[in-house]
């Protein structure tokens, strides 16, 4: 017993190397009083909230990995820590965010946000190679910057994940797509865009149309999703069963094909670690913000209720 303790330990250390070790223990707490002092756009929005951050303990990180100096925030529910891992990678993403802190007060856990600073950026700035992007560049989407070759920030949002919980992923999703003829951005979309373009509405491949949405959730760009394996040539039947149930919630619903990584969590997760959970809320970005919120609170209801089971992911 005493040796499969120690080999697990020294395989653990393989996988996280004494520097992501040294990234992950580094939070330091953030009193009350100086929340201000972080210079995010997000706290200082939400400043004038009454009980925004009540019963929620912040803390933060700062690292610098592959040229790109890193500020990520921090916020627990010390009452319920048991939840999931809650991430908000983009900081542009303002609606995520305020859905993020609301699903920490409700249903616990860890929420993670990437703070690229006072401007609200959406990608952080800096000169090297960006997750699975091995040529330097001026800037780095966070989220497509998990992977091996990025241990310190990977590192820093897997080891705040209880075990037995899973990683939900807050995002808010611009209107339409590219080549939608009506000016849209982006590609994710619950429609077959080819099929769109000829006039023709029905799900992507891989997606579920929700059944009798609420009004505020009929848009298509937003959705709820899950990834799988193209090797495996189709959804597990657990996954299966989670995005019919989640359909069936009235949210439309995405199974991601994933062949090699393009450095997102979602990726990164099904192709290095299958056995973690993960479920990705994505939000029509609307200037009514606390409408793109609650659309997130639906969808991470859905989820909660129909694909896990107590505290544990659903099998």
């Known amino acids: 017993m005493r040796m499969f303790l120690l080999v697990s330990l020294a395989f653990f250390s393989i996988l996280l190397s004494p520097s992501a070790r040294t990234a992950a223990d580094g939070w330091v707490a953030v009193s009350s009083d100086a929340y201000l002092q972080l210079e995010d756009d997000d706290l200082r929005r939400n400043q004038g909230v009454s009980g925004f951050l009540d019963g929620i303990a912040v ?5 610098s990995e592959n040229g790109f100096d890193w500020h990520l925030i921090r916020f627990t529910n010390p009452a319920k820590p048991d939840g999931p891992l809650w991430m908000v990678p ?16 409700e249903y616990g856990g860890v929420g993670i946000a990437v703070n690229s600073g006072p401007g609200s950026l959406r990608r952080q700035a800096g000169y090297g190679p960006c997750g699975v992007r091995l040529a330097k560049s001026s800037s780095c989407d966070p989220n497509r910057n998990f992977d091996h070759h990025t241990p310190l920030f990977t590192s820093a949002f897997l080891s705040q994940r209880v075990p037995g919980q899973p990683v939900i992923a807050l995002h808010t999703n611009t209107h339409g797509f590219s080549g939608d003829g009506q000016g849209g951005r982006g590609e994710i979309t619950i429609v077959d865009r080819d099929a769109y373009r000829r006039g ?14 609420r009004p505020e959730m009929a848009n298509y760009d937003t959705l709820g999703l ?15 069963k989670c995005g019919r149930a989640i359909a069936d919630a009235g949210v439309h619903f995405w199974h991601e094909r994933v062949i090699q990584s393009d450095g997102s969590m979602s990726n990164y997760l099904v192709l290095n670690q299958p056995d973690i959970p993960y479920f990705n809320a994505e939000s029509r970005d ?3 913000l606390a409408l793109s919120a609650s659309r997130h609170a639906i969808m991470v209801k859905a989820y909660i209720e129909r694909c896990m089971s107590g505290n544990q992911p659903a099998s």
């Open 226 to 240: 899950t990834a799988y394996l193209a090797s495996e040539g189709k959804p597990p039947k657990d996954a299966e």
């Open 59 to 63: 803390s933060q990180l700062r690292f």
């Open 286 to 288: 609307d200037i009514d």
């Open 90 to 105: 983009h900081d542009d993403e303002n609606a995520a965010f305020d859905a993020m802190i609301a699903a920490v007060k």
């Open 200 to 213: 023709e509405i029905k799900p992507r491949d891989g997606g579920l149309f929700a059944i009798q949405p």
